[in-house]
Structures are given as C-alpha cells and as structure tokens.
Nanobody, 128 residues
Framework: QVQLVESGGALVQPGGSLRLSCAAS????????IGWFRQAPGKEREGVSY????????YYADSVKGRFTISRHNAKNTVYLQMNSLKPEDTAVYYC?????????????????????WGQGTQVTVSS
C-alpha cells in the first residue's frame, strides 16, 4: 500500500529552522517525483519544492528560494525539506506528495493535480 507520512512540524520562532521528513512506503523514490506543498488557513494549497525521480533535479517556489532545501535519502526512502530563516508567512500545513514517473524524467512539476499520493500533513507554525 502506497503511503506517505510527514513529520517534523513544530512551533518555531521567526528566523528559526525546521527539518521536515516524508517517509515513503509501498513504492520506491526512484520511480516518483516528490513534491512539498503547503496550505495556510483561507488560502489555496501551493507548491513549495520538488525533487525529480531520476537525476534529482530540484525546484523551489520564489517565496522559499534560498531558504529551503529539498533532499532525498534513497536507502531510507525518505525525502527531507530543510527550512531555514523561517518567516511567519511560512506558517501552514505542509504536505508531501508523490507523482509516478515511469520514464525517469529529469524534471518534475508542482502541478497539484499531477500528484497521485498525498500525506496527511504536518503543522508548521512560525511565531514569536
């Protein structure tokens, strides 16, 4: 059974850091793009970052570029999102999602509708 489980969300002060984890089971990361998305109250879900299935191409939304880093540990079948210099506007529920890529493309996408599997989310709150 395909499953994604996020963890690592917490309450942190502005300027602080968090490391989110997305543990995958039932499939191998090598065949899937993994994306991170977030949704704040009253707002639409937005793409944050992705890492592609093949060469590990990464992409970041402008709002997090330079502050967040996505990475993967294939042996653990886990993707991470390191978040530094956190701002109050980063407050949201963060979700990881998986998109099947049978052709092992060099690129992924942050198009929400193209992701088949989603985790339950983990809450990140940035506040003093």
């Amino acid at each position: 059974q395909v499953q994604l489980v996020e963890s690592g969300g917490a309450l942190v002060q502005p300027g602080g850091s968090l490391r989110l984890s997305c543990a995958a089971s039932g499939f191998s990361l090598e065949s899937y793009d993994i994306g991170w998305f977030r949704q704040a109250p009253g707002k639409e879900r937005e793409g944050v970052s992705y890492i592609s299935s093949n060469v590990g191409t990464t992409y970041y939304a402008d709002s997090v570029k330079g502050r967040f880093t996505i990475s993967r540990h294939n042996a653990k079948n886990t993707v991470y999102l390191q978040m530094n210099s956190l701002k109050p506007e980063d407050t949201a529920v963060y979700y990881c999602a998986a998109r099947w890529d049978p052709y092992y493309s060099n690129y992924g996408t942050l198009a929400i509708g193209e992701y088949e599997y989603w985790g339950q989310g983990t809450q990140v709150t940035v506040s003093s």
